[in-house]
C-alpha cells in the first residue's frame, strides 16, 4: 500500500505570494491532517479534513486554509506568504473512524522557504 | 482542553544506560496515547499506541491515567535510537484531532 505523497517536496516563495500545498492519502484513508514543523515550535496543528469537511481546526491565521475531495485529496493553500511561513509542512492521513483513536501516517513534508 | 507535555526538549544518555522520555496530558474524556518517531532524515512514525500495549524495538510506555502520564521507556538504549519522540493525545471527544506534545530529541553517545 503507497504511503501518504506530498508534491511538492521543496518550495521557495517571496513574500506577498501564495502557495498551493498537495496531499494524497493512503487508500482508504478519509482523515487528512495537516501540521506546520519548525525548529522553534515544533509541530503545530493546522486544520483536519474528513469526507470534504473541514473538522478541527488550529490556531493559525486565515491566510491558511485547505479543503478535501471526494477522493480524499487535500490541498493546503497559504496567502499573503510572510517570512514566518518559512516551515516544513507535513500532511498526515488516518482511517478517520470519528473518534481519534486512529494512528497517523505521515508524509515526508514540503519545506517552503519564504525570500 | 487537549494538552500533551513533553518537559524535556533535548535528552542526552549514553549507550547502554536506561532512558525514558516523560509524557503527560491533560484530557476530560477517555484518552488515546501514542509515541511517534522521527529519525533524522525520515518521515515522522507511529513508534507504539497504548492501546496495543506492545513493545517496539526495545520501548514500552504504560498509561497511568492516575498521573496522566504515558512515558516512554527503553531499559537498554543504542546509538541507532538517537532521534526526535513526540507523544500524541487522540480522544474519543475531539473526532480526528491529535495533539502533540513539543518533542523531546534523544541523542545516545557511544
Known amino acids: 500500500k503507497a504511503g501518504v505523497t506530498q508534491t511538492p517536496r521543496y518550495l521557495i516563495k517571496t513574500r506577498g505570494q501564495q502557495v498551493t500545498l498537495s496531499c494524497s492519502p493512503i487508500?482508504?484513508?478519509?482523515?487528512v491532517s495537516w501540521y506546520q514543523q519548525t525548529p522553534g515550535q515544533g509541530l503545530q496543528f493546522l486544520f483536519e479534513y474528513f469526507s470534504e469537511t473541514q473538522r478541527n481546526k488550529g490556531n493559525f491565521p486565515g491566510r491558511f486554509s485547505g479543503r478535501q475531495f471526494s477522493n480524499s485529496r487535500s490541498e493546503m493553500n497559504v496567502s499573503t506568504l510572510e517570512l514566518g511561513d518559512s516551515a516544513l509542512y507535513l500532511c498526515?492521513?488516518?482511517?478517520?473512524?470519528?473518534?481519534?483513536?486512529?494512528?497517523?501516517?505521515f508524509g515526508d513534508g514540503t519545506r517552503l522557504s519564504i525570500l | 482542553a487537549q494538552r500533551v507535555t513533553q518537559p524535556e526538549k533535548l535528552l542526552s544518555v549514553f549507550k547502554g544506560a536506561p532512558v525514558e522520555l516523560k509524557c503527560n496530558y491533560s484530557?476530560?474524556?477517555?484518552?488515546?496515547l501514542f509515541w511517534y518517531v522521527q529519525y533524522s532524515r525520515q518521515r515522522l512514525q507511529l513508534l507504539l499506541r497504548?492501546?496495543s500495549r506492545e513493545s517496539i524495538k526495545g520501548f514500552t510506555a504504560d498509561l497511568n491515567k492516575g498521573e496522566t502520564s504515558f512515558h516512554l521507556k527503553k531499559p537498554f538504549a543504542q546509538e541507532e535510537d538517537s532521534a526526535m519522540y513526540y507523544c500524541?493525545?487522540?480522544?474519543?471527544?475531539?473526532?480526528?484531532?491529535?495533539?502533540f506534545g513539543d518533542g523531546t530529541t534523544l541523542t545516545v553517545k557511544p
Open positions: 497504548h492501546i
Open positions: 500524541a493525545l487522540g480522544g474519543n471527544t475531539n473526532a480526528g484531532k491529535s495533539t
Open positions: 498526515a492521513s488516518s482511517l478517520g473512524t470519528g473518534d481519534g483513536n486512529q494512528p497517523q501516517h
Open positions: 484530557y476530560s474524556g477517555s484518552p488515546e
Open positions: 487508500s482508504g484513508h478519509r482523515s
